[in-house]
């Protein structure tokens, strides 16, 4: 079955520094790579998402790029805030049977 | 707001017992997904419904059982509770190909 890691566990950047958070997923056929932000005690909400067909997508500061070779996707926040303070999930899933990376807990200093 | 409740928001309950948690799908969500998530860690795959039928199953033993019903609400039911029970538990609705959607959770203590 499918298994994600992502790294690192734990990331501080100073506000309005760059955020790059990577996985790596084990099942090729894997074909859908959703981002989501934890907020505590908070339900995880949907960032970003790519698909297996694309190599790169961006939202504004977010963009999350895809090596399907390689079997890694990163997540990159640029220019970081404040509230972009949470805890950051990579998942992968071939039927939307989401498997998920451990997360990131990331902390943005003033 | 997603669309997607789940009742109750918390329960204690005390080892060995039976608990039942309830998740109410986006309008026209056909596809129901339940995780496992531990404090300080990610969420993990229990299970999935699509219109009614499992499809697809985490690494959960047999005790963690569910339910989907005709209009897509869906039930978690786990037998003989164990302390390592104790988490946060999520369902998410979609339907095929399109993003899914996470009700707030239920925080279930196991005692």
């Known amino acids: 079955g499918e298994n994600v890691e992502q790294h690192p566990s734990t990331l501080s950047v100073q506000e309005g520094d760059s955020a790059v958070i990577k996985c790596t997923y084990s099942d090729s056929a894997s074909n859908y790579f959703p981002w989501y932000k934890q907020e505590l005690g908070k339900r995880p909400q949907l960032i970003i998402d790519?698909?297996?067909n694309v190599g790169e997508k961006k939202d504004q500061r977010i963009a999350v790029t895809l090596n399907k070779t390689a079997k890694h996707f990163s997540l990159h926040i640029t220019e970081t805030q404040p509230e972009d303070s949470a805890v950051y999930f990579c998942?992968?899933?071939?039927?939307?049977?989401?498997?998920w990376g451990a997360g990131t807990k990331l902390i943005i200093k003033p | 707001e997603t669309g997607v409740t789940q009742s109750p928001t918390h329960l204690i309950k005390t080892r060995g017992q039976q608990v039942t948690l309830r998740c109410s799908s986006q309008s026209g969500h056909n596809t129901v997904s339940w995780y496992q998530q531990a404090l300080g860690q990610g969420p993990q795959f229990i299970f999935q419904y699509y219109r009614e039928e499992e499809n697809g199953r985490g690494n959960f033993p047999p005790r963690f059982s569910g339910l989907q019903f005709p209009n897509y609400s869906s039930e978690l039911n786990v037998n003989a509770l164990e302390l390592d029970d104790s988490a946060l538990y999520l369902c998410a609705s979609s339907l095929p190909e399109i993003e899914a959607f996470f009700g707030q959770g239920t925080r279930l203590t196991v005692v």
């Open positions: 790519i698909r297996s």
């Open positions: 998942a992968a899933s071939e039927d939307y049977q989401l498997i």
